[in-house]
């Protein structure tokens, strides 16, 4: 068996909401060529497949029918659709804007499938991680919430406990309504709080529906200007203790790039070694508790030259068992290809090495603003996961 699948098909480039745009589809194509001369296609634990775009009942099971055929009509005859977030100035109209996002939605659903059924431990769409999406609107570029529709193949095929885990810049709001009320999946998201970053939601005091479904949202709502060291610090004290409280038989994670210090929409100042970190958290956390089952997405991401590549190119390397050292440089064809594309003159080496924190374990600084961020969360949602929010 192969260890990991990564789904990919250059057809997923016309997920394109147009020149200027931030979710500019070269941070799709980098890092594609970025995976392929670091030598990762060739390696024997990973393989690629094509991607077609869902049906529309399978897009259907996250999305209403009236709202499918709005995405359909937004990328047909170009028709605005303001009340369902199409057409607007974060969403705007592109000609095949439905069979885009549904190729984004086959990819997770496929490969939450594959995990499911054994055929691949790990599985892997960096063309996904649409959390915003709603079921019947596009939000924050978001158009189709390939997330969410994975999370309910699990559910459908008989899943009883799906971790979603979303470490990107923004609230992960969309996955979180989708699942809100259901006890069988535990919501976890890491972002810069909603009073500096949109969607403005996502507070520690949110931690989902009534009955059983109480605690099982996580919110790490973290201060503007975070760092690698905080973020890691933030990650560390809440993501290992709630997954492993839930118990998951699988696990979806989101790894949207934009908490870097480069990207132009995030505050926060998150290196792509922490971003790595993190990563490798996850991807032991599946082995630990999940048999290894892991569905990883990417999601946003918009320094689409210094940040981008690298994060995902290093998240395919470790999802194969086959990582790339810190430090390593990067590829002089690569660099090249990256200035052509992008007239950016790009880093030469990928990452710098760990970034060290310090653990929660060490004790907690209630005058300093990140303690407090992750003091808020542990106080709210860890006895309703049957956790101690004072010690691990
Ligand atoms: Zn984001
Ligand atoms: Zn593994």
Same mark, same amino acid.
């Given at each position: 068996?192969?260890?990991?699948?990564?789904?990919?098909?250059?057809?997923?480039?016309?997920?394109?909401?147009?020149?200027?745009?931030?979710?500019?589809? /070269?941070?799709?194509?980098?890092?594609?060529?970025?995976?392929?001369?670091?030598?990762?296609?060739?390696?024997?634990?990973?393989?690629?497949?094509?991607?077609?775009?869902?049906?529309?009942?399978?897009?259907?099971?996250?999305?209403?029918?009236?709202?499918?055929?709005?995405?359909?009509?937004?990328?047909?005859?170009?028709?605005?659709?303001?009340?369902?977030?199409?057409?607007?100035?974060?969403?705007?109209?592109?000609?095949?804007?439905?069979?885009?996002?549904?190729?984004?939605?086959?990819?997770?659903?496929?490969?939450?499938?594959?995990?499911?059924?054994?055929?691949?431990?790990?599985?892997?769409?960096?063309?996904?991680?649409?959390?915003?999406?709603?079921?019947?609107?596009?939000?924050?570029?978001?158009?189709?919430?390939?997330?969410? /529709?994975?999370?309910?193949?699990?559910?459908?095929?008989?899943?009883?406990?799906?971790?979603?885990?979303?470490?990107?810049?923004?609230?992960?709001?969309?996955?979180?309504?989708?699942?809100?009320?259901?006890?069988?999946?535990?919501?976890?998201?890491?972002?810069?709080?909603?009073?500096?970053?949109?969607?403005?939601?996502?507070?520690?005091?949110?931690?989902?529906?009534?009955?059983?479904?109480?605690?099982?949202?996580?919110?790490?709502?973290?201060?503007?200007?975070?760092?690698?060291?905080?973020?890691?610090?933030?990650?560390?004290?809440?993501?290992?203790?709630?997954?492993?409280?839930?118990?998951?038989?699988?696990?979806?994670?989101?790894?949207?790039?934009?908490?870097?210090?480069?990207?132009?929409?995030?505050?926060?100042?998150?290196?792509?070694?922490?971003?790595?970190?993190?990563?490798?958290?996850?991807?032991?956390?599946?082995?630990?508790?999940?048999?290894?089952?892991?569905?990883?997405?990417?999601?946003?991401?918009?320094?689409?030259?210094?940040?981008?590549?690298?994060?995902?190119?290093?998240?395919?390397?470790?999802?194969?068992?086959?990582?790339?050292?810190?430090?390593?440089?990067?590829?002089?064809?690569?660099?090249?290809?990256?200035?052509?594309?992008?007239?950016?003159?790009?880093?030469?080496?990928?990452?710098?090495?760990?970034?060290?924190?310090?653990?929660?374990?060490?004790?907690?600084?209630?005058?300093?603003?990140?303690?407090?961020?992750?003091?808020?969360?542990?106080?709210?949602?860890?006895?309703?996961?049957?956790?101690?929010?004072?010690?691990?």
């Amino acid at each position: 068996m192969r260890v990991a699948r990564l789904v990919w098909s250059p057809d997923l480039l016309e997920y394109d909401f147009g020149p200027g745009h931030p979710m500019a589809p /070269a941070r799709l194509a980098l890092t594609m060529r970025l995976v392929a001369d670091l030598g990762l296609l060739a390696q024997p634990t990973l393989e690629v497949t094509d991607v077609a775009p869902a049906s529309d009942a399978v897009v259907q099971t996250v999305h209403d029918p009236d709202y499918v055929a709005a995405v359909r009509r937004a990328g047909t005859a170009l028709e605005a659709d303001e009340a369902r977030g199409l057409g607007t100035e974060d969403n705007p109209l592109f000609h095949g804007m439905h069979e885009a996002a549904a190729r984004q939605v086959a990819g997770s659903v496929e490969l939450a499938q594959a995990v499911w059924d054994g055929e691949v431990l790990h599985g892997l769409n960096i063309a996904g991680g649409m959390h915003h999406a709603q079921r019947g609107a596009a939000s924050g570029f978001c158009v189709y919430n390939d997330a969410a /529709a994975g999370i309910q193949r699990l559910l459908d095929l008989g899943a009883e406990r799906v971790a979603y885990v979303d470490l990107d810049a923004h609230h992960g709001d969309g996955v979180e309504a989708f699942f809100w009320d259901d006890p069988r999946v535990l919501t976890v998201s890491v972002h810069e709080e909603g009073r500096t970053l949109f969607p403005g939601t996502g507070n520690p005091a949110d931690t989902g529906g009534t009955g059983a479904a109480s605690g099982t949202a996580v919110n790490v709502a973290l201060p503007a200007r975070t760092d690698g060291p905080g973020w890691l610090r933030a990650v560390d004290a809440v993501v290992p203790p709630v997954v492993r409280a839930f118990d998951p038989q699988v696990i979806v994670s989101q790894h949207g790039c934009d908490a870097h210090g480069l990207d132009p929409l995030s505050h926060l100042e998150v290196p792509v070694d922490a971003q790595r970190t993190a990563a490798e958290w996850v991807h032991a956390l599946a082995h630990e508790r999940a048999d290894g089952r892991w569905v990883a997405l990417g999601g946003g991401g918009y320094a689409v030259v210094d940040v981008v590549p690298l994060v995902w190119a290093a998240l395919v390397a470790e999802a194969a068992h086959a990582p790339v050292d810190r430090g390593a440089p990067l590829p002089e064809s690569w660099r090249q290809a990256a200035l052509g594309m992008s007239g950016i003159e790009p880093a030469r080496a990928l990452g710098s090495g760990p970034v060290e924190f310090r653990s929660w374990r060490s004790g907690y600084d209630p005058a300093d603003p990140l303690d407090r961020a992750v003091a808020a969360t542990r106080r709210e949602v860890f006895p309703l996961l049957g956790l101690d929010p004072h010690h691990d």
